[in-house]
């Protein structure tokens, strides 16, 4: 079965400031996807970015970017520029390319500090 | 962007009563469409998955007669919770996959509050 670990609950970060979201997973399969979403306060889910397990290259999405270490099975999140409306909670997702499911990570939530 | 929609978004029943979230796809047709549960403070949990014309596969540990899913056309799924008690007081959102695709899109969310 597969598993999302994300080993920090809670972040801080000054504003304009960087900060590096943790996530590792564990699966035997080989087409799989990965994500970062964003949770604010009204509780709508919203993509980040998207890494798709074939591509070498890292996804990146202006101010957010990751780092994909296949081998290790580590797919991390910077936020470069914080700003305060990026504080909320972050989930790291996985998807397996057959069932198309989410699972999930335990989230961390980032607090941007002016 | 895609659009997926929830309604309502905060509904509040009576134990022993029965309440219906209605999960639409407005600008796609979703093959696919998922429902999740959200408890305070912790991630999502995947409930069931919902197919077009087809019975719901169910998670494990979901009781399937008490959340009742039904996906009748290609832009709406339907998770009706059954005999509500207090302990299904949860934050329900679902999500629809785009054909051809593995993108999905999420709803904003329903909450369910059982006195």
């Known amino acids: 079965a597969q598993t999302v670990t994300q080993s920090q609950p809670e972040m801080s970060v000054q504003e304009a400031e960087t900060v590096t979201l943790s996530c590792t997973y564990d699966?035997?399969?080989?087409?799989?996807?990965l994500f970062w979403y964003k949770q604010p306060p009204s509780r709508q889910m919203i993509l980040v970015i998207r890494?798709?397990?074939?591509?070498?290259q890292n996804a990146t999405e202006n101010r957010f970017s990751v780092n994909f270490q296949k081998a290790a099975k580590s797919f991390s999140l910077k936020i470069s520029d914080s700003q305060l409306g990026d504080t909320a909670m972050y989930f790291c997702?996985?998807?397996?390319?057959?069932?198309?499911?989410?699972?999930f990570g335990t989230g961390t939530r980032l607090k941007v500090l002016a | 962007g895609a659009v997926v929609s929830q309604h309502p978004s905060w509904v509040i029943c009576k134990s022993g009563t029965s309440v219906k979230i209605e999960c639409r796809s407005l600008?796609?047709?979703?093959?696919?469409m998922f429902w999740y549960r959200q408890f305070p403070k912790q991630s999502l949990m995947l409930m069931a998955t919902?197919?077009?014309?087809?019975?719901?596969?169910?998670e494990q540990g979901v009781e399937k007669d008490k959340f009742l899913i039904n996906h009748a056309s290609l832009t709406l799924s339907t998770l009706t919770v059954t005999s509500a008690h207090p302990e299904d007081s949860s934050f329900y959102i679902c999500?629809?996959?785009?054909?051809?695709?593995?993108?999905?899109?999420f709803g904003p969310g329903t909450r369910l509050t059982v006195t």
């Open positions: 919902s197919n077009e014309g087809s019975k719901a596969t169910y």
């Open positions: 997702a996985f998807m397996t390319g057959g069932t198309y499911k989410y699972i």
């Open positions: 699966t035997s399969e080989n087409n799989y996807y």
């Open positions: 890494q798709e397990a074939y591509k070498q």
């Open positions: 999500s629809a996959r785009a054909p051809r695709s593995y993108e999905q899109y």
């Open positions: 600008d796609f047709q979703a093959t696919t």
